[in-house]
Antibody, heavy 113, light 112 residues
Framework: EGHLVESGGGLVQPGGSLRLSCAAS????????MNWVRQAPGKGLEWVSH????????YYADSVKGRFTISRDNAQNSLYLQMNSLTAEDTAVYYC??????WGQGTLVTVSS | DIVMTQTPLSSPVTLGQPASISCRSS???????????LNWLQQRPGQPPRLLIY???SRFSGVPDRFSGSGAGTDFTLKISRVEPEDVGVYYC?????????FGGGTKVEIK
């Protein structure tokens, strides 16, 4: 069964940057498309970004386009999300997920001065 | 963007009784490959989401058969045949037919 573990969250000031990581195990990571999904405190789910198995195709939500960069390292079974120019509206738990079959536990990103 | 609208917002249910959640999309979810990528997720309190149903009606591994999905085109339904205590949480429909993927606002299932 697939297992995903996010890391890299924390408190950051507005305008700052963070890099999230997602370590995968228990499945053939290199064969799976991957997503980042976030959930603001007390709110619903918001899709953030998608990357195909070979990194050939990438999509972003309009709310993060130009500020966030998704990437992956299939040799390391890892997914990343580089987040720049963060604002309070980016405060959320960030989940990595396959095609929604496997989800991590999430990592909390708080943007505040 | 495809808008996903769920009803009701909240569903108080008696244990052992059925529950039903509706999800409507603003446009057809039929993909060019012929599949309809409509999924249902369950999020228990304090937990990450969990996939229950994919492609309208296929139950994911380990999901009890009291959960079932149905629908077509733009109208979809999740049914719980007999609600159990562990079913308490928020349920989301989501479409992965088209980017951006979008989620419904969620339906809270609670015990009366």
């Amino acid at each position: 069964e697939g297992h995903l573990v996010e890391s890299g969250g924390g408190l950051v000031q507005p305008g700052g940057s963070l890099r999230l990581s997602c370590a995968a195990s228990g499945f053939t990571f290199s064969s799976y498309k991957m997503n980042w999904v976030r959930q603001a405190p007390g709110k619903g789910l918001e899709w953030v970004s998608h990357i195909t198995s070979s990194s050939s195709t990438i999509y972003y939500a309009d709310s993060v386009k130009g500020r966030f960069t998704i990437s992956r390292d299939n040799a390391q079974n890892s997914l990343y999300l580089q987040m720049n120019s963060l604002t309070a509206e980016d405060t959320a738990v960030y989940y990595c997920a396959t095609n929604y079959a496997y989800w991590g536990q999430g990592t909390l990103v708080t943007v505040s001065s | 963007d495809i808008v996903m609208t769920q009803t009701p917002l909240s569903s108080p249910v008696t244990l052992g009784q059925p529950a039903s959640i509706s999800c409507r999309s603003s446009q057809s979810l039929v993909h060019s490959d012929g599949n309809t990528y409509l999924n249902w997720l369950q999020q228990r309190p304090g937990q990450p989401p969990r996939l229950l149903i994919y492609k309208i009606s296929s139950r994911f591994s380990g999901v009890p058969d009291r959960f079932s999905g149905s629908g077509a085109g733009t109208d979809f339904t999740l049914k719980i045949s007999r609600v159990e205590p562990e079913d308490v949480g928020v349920y989301y429909c989501t479409q992965s037919t088209q980017f951006p993927h979008t989620f419904g606002g969620g339906t809270k299932v609670e015990i009366k």
